[in-house]
């Protein structure tokens, strides 16, 4: 069977000779073969691109497969976003951290249950000066002034002196909640007759019924999805308790606590009336 007669595929500054050799037999290559011989001198290699792109692409893989939690905080870091609720002006406080909580309820060598409480300021426990004093310095930024333009977003929405607009971020508030539900454990230490304890009024139990549902309701708003893993009891296999060591990502409070305290009211300064025009 005589070959199929074709044009041979040029490049386009070789001058095609005189087709003298019309009766010569000339073998068709495949099209693919074709354009990869004639076209490789006319275009530039393509191999360093394709090495970068999957050294990158392996890159990648290999850091999100052993630090997922470390890249999701530098892009949050990154960002330093908020939510569209918070106040603007404090997002400028926003850093993440990996914490491990403390305070878990554990078992001892003879296999009873135990409150492992951290070394430090103690928030939680007998009442005591000690503990009052805690919470008092852990909260007392819990009403802030800001002025300017860190005040655009609540101006006219909320109290003004000549201090500026007065706020208190929710994460001081729930902090509030805990302490106050904490005494309500303890009522007859805080509340009652005895000297220096506080008067009870008809809102004393209602206030802490608020705080409860304050507490329940940031929550479920927060929503922290990290997982609570558990164990056997060593002393009982019929019975689990929870892994307490499971690290939290969580907001850097000490870069928050920073920003608030240097805009703290004053609790012993009296408010009063005021408006723009100072009276």
């Given at each position: 069977?005589?070959?199929?007669?074709?044009?041979?595929?040029?490049?386009?500054?070789?001058?095609?000779?005189?087709?003298?050799?019309?009766d010569?037999?000339?073998?068709?290559?495949?099209?693919?073969?074709?354009?990869?011989?004639?076209?490789?001198?006319?275009?530039?290699?393509?191999?360093?691109?394709?090495?970068?792109?999957?050294?990158?692409?392996?890159?990648?893989?290999?850091?999100?497969?052993?630090s997922?939690?470390?890249?999701?905080?530098?892009a949050?870091?990154?960002?330093?976003?908020?939510?569209?609720?918070?106040?603007?002006?404090?997002?400028?406080?926003?850093?993440?951290?990996?914490i491990?909580?403390?305070?878990?309820?554990?078992?001892?060598?003879?296999?009873?249950?135990?409150?492992?409480?951290?070394?430090?300021?103690?928030?939680?426990g007998?009442?005591?000066?000690?503990?009052?004093?805690?919470?008092?310095?852990?909260?007392?930024?819990t009403e802030?002034?800001?002025?300017?333009?860190?005040?655009?977003?609540?101006?006219?929405?909320?109290?003004?002196?000549?201090?500026?607009?007065?706020?208190?971020?929710?994460?001081?508030?729930?902090?509030?909640?805990?302490?106050?539900?904490?005494?309500?454990?303890?009522?007859?230490?805080?509340?009652?007759?005895?000297?220096?304890?506080?008067?009870?009024?008809?809102?004393?139990?209602?206030?802490?019924?608020?705080?409860?549902?304050?507490?329940?309701?940031?929550?479920?708003?927060?929503?922290?999805?990290?997982?609570?893993?558990?164990?056997?009891?060593?002393?009982?296999?019929?019975?689990?308790?929870?892994?307490?060591?499971?690290?939290?990502?969580?907001?850097?409070?000490?870069?928050?606590?920073?920003?608030?305290?240097a805009?703290?009211?004053?609790?012993?300064?009296?408010?009063?009336?005021?408006?723009?025009?100072?009276?």
């Amino acid at each position: 069977m005589p070959y199929k007669k074709v044009q041979p595929l040029l490049a386009e500054d070789v001058e095609i000779q005189d087709s003298s050799t019309e009766d010569l037999p000339l073998y068709e290559y495949p099209r693919k073969h074709r354009n990869c011989c004639t076209n490789f001198r006319s275009r530039p290699p393509h191999w360093p691109w394709m090495l970068s792109t999957v050294f990158f692409a392996c890159t990648t893989i290999l850091l999100l497969i052993h630090s997922p939690v470390r890249l999701t905080r530098f892009a949050l870091n990154l960002q330093k976003y908020g939510l569209s609720s918070e106040l603007e002006a404090a997002r400028e406080s926003i850093e993440y951290e990996d914490i491990i909580w403390t305070s878990g309820i554990e078992e001892n060598d003879n296999g009873q249950m135990y409150l492992n409480l951290p070394p430090g300021p103690k928030y939680i426990g007998a009442p005591s000066r000690e503990i009052d004093e805690a919470w008092l310095d852990l909260t007392k930024a819990t009403e802030i002034w800001v002025t300017g333009d860190e005040a655009k977003s609540v101006e006219n929405r909320t109290i003004q002196s000549e201090h500026g607009w007065l706020v208190s971020l929710d994460t001081y508030h729930s902090l509030h909640c805990v302490n106050l539900a904490r005494r309500g454990f303890d009522w007859d230490y805080y509340y009652g007759d005895k000297p220096g304890q506080e008067r009870i009024t008809s809102l004393t139990r209602d206030h802490i019924y608020h705080c409860l549902e304050h507490l329940r309701q940031a929550a479920m708003c927060h929503g922290d999805l990290t997982p609570m893993r558990f164990q056997w009891m060593e002393h009982n296999e019929k019975t689990s308790i929870p892994i307490w060591t499971e690290p939290h990502t969580c907001r850097n409070w000490e870069k928050i606590r920073t920003w608030a305290e240097a805009r703290k009211r004053n609790p012993k300064e009296p408010l009063v009336h005021y408006n723009s025009h100072g009276h």
